[in-house]
């Protein structure tokens, strides 16, 4: 699948001329495609960004598709088709019943984490999403940052293949900024949300 994949988009390029970011006209219904029904990972269309774009393009390219997807899914699936949805992954979602917990418990910070580790399809997490509690808003900002995270990530990995040789040092040492100032910002909110729960309690006494 990912050679037909890589077989067709190449041809589109070559029958319609686009270059630079205009790859996106082709590669952005694509990823619609990837988020509904995850035919093929998309992990190969950050590889399509990057060999046509380079690494930082490819990737800000794989940022704008994946978020795109992302939450075009969740709109569908909150708003429009909820019980389809429901009805077709339904046996999926009891394989990943405890993640659907940690959504409703770390909502935010739960999409960001599953974007970044490939623990399940990225259209169950679109879907998990949004038959939770989080919000339209958060899950929005959430599902940017979970995708360049993952983006990030892949990039990281990837860069190596496809351009043999090149210098990551930067691009690794910026993701693991990154990452500790997310890890930072989760620990400042659970702190937080322990000391309201905590005069939350001793008000009741």
């Known amino acids: 699948m990912n050679e037909l994949i890589e077989h067709f988009t190449g041809w589109l390029l070559e029958i319609t001329g686009l270059t630079g970011f205009g790859i996106l006209l082709i590669t952005l219904p694509l990823a619609l495609i990837q988020g509904i029904v995850g035919v093929f990972p998309f992990a190969t269309l950050v ?14 390219a794989s940022w704008v598709a994946g978020s795109f997807a992302g939450m075009v899914v969740y709109l569908l699936c909150k708003f429009l088709f909820a019980d389809r949805f429901h009805r077709r992954w339904l046996s999926k979602l009891n394989k990943y019943e405890k993640w659907q917990k940690s959504l409703d418990r770390y909502g935010v910070w739960a999409v960001i984490f599953l974007r970044t580790i490939p623990i399940m399809p990225n259209n169950l997490i679109s879907f998990m999403s949004a038959i939770s509690n ?28 496809v351009f043999p040789g090149m210098d990551l040092r930067i691009l690794i040492l910026s993701y693991l900024v990154f990452l500790i100032v997310l890890l930072a910002l989760f620990f400042v909110r659970q702190r937080l949300l322990i000391k309201k729960d905590r005069g939350m309690s001793a008000q009741a006494k």
């Open 47 to 60: 590889m399509l960004h990057i060999s046509v774009l380079g690494v930082k393009e490819g990737l800000l």
């Open 134 to 161: 989080i919000k339209t808003r958060s899950y929005t900002w959430s599902n940017i940052v979970g995708n360049l995270s993952s983006i990030w990530l892949f990039g990281i990995l990837s860069a190596s293949i």
